[in-house]
């Protein structure tokens, strides 16, 4: 079973969900700068206390459609690809979520998922705020030679066109901002859109710490380029990075690789940034 489709992303990864979540539109709202809390670089460096009064501020009666909400972008439930034992995921029907649990999905803590049905949730804000179901065969050739194209993806929209843009612009920010968690994913003349996340893994003896006491942990960077013309996403994620270090952390132990992929990408898919497309030394 391909680690793709087995359940292993939690944590801060899940945070930039948040920016969209339902009714207050959020990310327009500190995108204007209406909020004294935090600047505009909120993807890149919000504390989980600060996500978590975001979503108590929502609460009321707001539960179950915050959660049908976030299953709108492909979580807790199978993609379309219907492949044997691939993982739903974890996220508790409304009814189930208690106390912090109400608020701390915010945060990517309660909840996990795969890393296609993250890098298919990443491509909703690259797709200009629509889902397209993940695919592995664009099309069959027969034995006479003849190309069979598959038929397209389905799709659905999620976010409107603006507020695709805007968190496409605060996930530049987590790259570029020099306080952003992802500076280390950036490279050069290429904008690049991205969230960082790092999480705690359980281990076989019901905690999150190996038999030495250690913490355990999985990084995680999710990002599209060009960003102002989305043509690939790439998730790269690190299962058990070394604790203690500075290393464990999706913006030291991920986003680094997808630095060092992303030339490569570019220069095998052919890929041409627009004329006035800068990184972020523009």
């Not at 009064?53 to 972008?73: D, E, K, Q, V």
């Not at 492909?74 to 189930?96: H, M, Q, R, V």
């Amino acid at each position: 079973m391909s680690p793709a489709l087995l359940q292993r992303l939690a944590g801060s990864a899940f945070a930039w969900l948040t920016l969209l979540a339902p009714p207050l539109a959020l990310a327009s709202w500190l995108v204007a700068g209406r909020s004294a809390l935090v600047p505009v670089l909120i993807g890149a460096a919000l504390s989980p206390f600060v996500f978590a009064r975001i979503m108590n501020a929502l609460r009321g009666n707001r539960t179950r459609s915050r959660r049908r909400w976030m299953t709108a972008f492909g979580l807790g439930e199978k993609t379309a690809l219907d492949f044997p034992n691939e993982s739903p995921g974890i996220f508790k029907p409304a009814n189930e979520l208690w106390g912090s649990e109400r608020v701390t999905v915010a945060y990517g803590q309660g909840l996990s998922s795969t890393p296609l049905q993250m890098a298919a949730a990443i491509n909703v804000i690259a797709n200009d705020g629509v889902y397209v179901a993940p695919r592995l065969v664009s099309a069959t050739v027969g034995p006479d030679g003849s190309t069979t194209e598959m038929p397209p993806s389905e799709t659905r929209r999620v976010v409107s066109s603006e507020a695709a843009t805007q968190t496409a612009a605060i996930m530049q920010e987590v790259v570029c901002n020099p306080n952003g968690t992802a500076r280390r994913a950036a490279v050069d003349g290429l904008p690049i859109a991205g969230k960082t996340g790092t999480a705690f893994k359980a281990a076989a003896n019901g905690t999150y710490f190996d038999d030495d006491g250690q913490r355990i942990y999985y990084a995680s960077f999710a990002g599209f380029f060009p960003a102002d013309d989305p043509q690939v996403t790439v998730l790269v994620a690190i299962d058990e990075p070394p604790a203690g270090t500075r290393d464990r952390f999706g913006g030291t132990a991920s986003a680094p690789l997808f630095a060092d992929m992303t030339p490569m990408l570019i220069h095998e898919l052919g890929i041409q940034p627009g004329e006035n497309s800068v990184g972020c030394e523009g």
